[in-house]
């Protein structure tokens, strides 16, 4: 007998329950083994240690099977319910870790890139495909696309090979620098010379280094404000707060709405090995709810072009 912490008295072992459910739903031995995939001596042997566990029958021997006792009858009257209450609760943990609901799709994302590129495009998509429910895990963790906890597909930074899944390149991540009007107004004619005399917004990724040494100038002490998330450095170069050196994908529309300004000639970029790839587990085909959003991404992909300045 096994005790489950102070004050919740004796326990049986699991097995063994399961296996006296089954002798009693099946009616004998043999047949809780075949369910069970035991011998038929383990699930009988499980029964009798329950029986001696007890000091008390559960069943009637019968020269064709076995029939339970009263006593029997009673405990697994409730035991049934127990074990259903745990059969049910362990199906909606994994009803609720697992996207596996008939038309709903999971994304996961970094929260700049859907706030930035991919929430701005879904109306169209949801207005064309009605059917497909898209729900966006922004989240700078990478989720698993296989087991508990999975998601449907991510888009996601990096260079290929991918690790136990299959990339699809969605868009390059060259970056550029921007800033809001005012300030390039204000200033004078910028270069990679002077571009440090104004404040450079930083975020994670810390490419003003990089970006100032493609240009010939390394060493140069970078001075402004840091931000752990790309969409609020974007947020600080819109309220002029300096310049920020970011991916062009992100500031395509405020560029083209005017709130963001290429801070110089849009040729001198960070261009970078990397790019974002849509991610799955394995091939989705293309008739398949993850099959049309891939293809409906990729179709979105191609149809952009770095602003010009």
């Known amino acids: ?25 099946l009616g004998s031995f043999r ?4 369910e069970m995939s035991l011998t038929q001596g383990a699930v009988a ?12 029958p559960l069943f009637d021997r019968l020269p064709r099977g076995l029939s339970a006792n009263r ?11 127990a074990l259903g209450i745990i059969d049910e609760a362990t199906r909606e943990l994994l009803h609720r870790d697992t996207p596996d609901e008939a038309g709903r799709l999971i994304v996961s994302t970094t929260s700049t890139f859907a706030s930035r590129w991919l929430i701005p495009r879904l109306p169209e998509f949801s207005r064309a495909n009605p059917d497909i429910a898209v729900m966006i895990d922004a989240c700078d963790t990478a989720r698993p696309l296989s087991g508990k906890g999975c998601v449907d597909m991510a888009i996601r930074w990096g260079a290929p090979p991918f690790a136990e899944s299959h990339a699809r390149f969605l868009l390059p ?7 809001a009007p005012a300030l390039l107004s204000n200033s004078k004619a910028l270069s990679p010379d002077n571009l440090d005399e104004l404040p450079l917004i930083s975020d994670s990724h810390k490419n003003w280094q990089r970006w100032f040494e493609s240009c010939g100038r390394p060493g140069v002490k970078i001075s402004g404000p840091v931000f752990s998330q790309t969409s609020h450095a974007i947020e600080a170069a819109e309220q002029g707060m300096g310049v920020a050196l970011v991916p062009w994908l992100f500031v395509e529309a405020a560029l083209h709405a005017g709130t963001l300004v290429h801070a110089l000639n849009n040729q001198l970029q960070l261009d970078t090995d990397a790019g974002f790839y849509i991610m799955t587990a394995q091939p989705s085909g293309p008739e398949s709810a993850c099959g049309r959003v891939i293809d409906w ?7 952009i072009e770095p602003a010009g300045p």
Request: hydrophobic share 45%; aromatic share 4%.
């Open 45 to 56: 042997q499980q029964v009798r240690a329950l029986e001696k566990e007890f000091d008390c």
């Open 71 to 81: 006593q029997g009858r009673e405990y697994i009257t409730r035991l049934r319910l």
């Open 173 to 179: 991540a060259s970056s550029i620098p921007v800033c």
């Open 297 to 303: 991404l990729l179709a979105q992909g191609r149809a």
């Open 31 to 34: 047949a809780a083994a075949e």
């Open 1 to 25: 007998m096994r005790r489950w912490g102070a004050g919740r008295g004796l326990l049986p072992t699991l097995n063994h329950l399961i296996a006296l459910e089954a002798t009693a739903r």
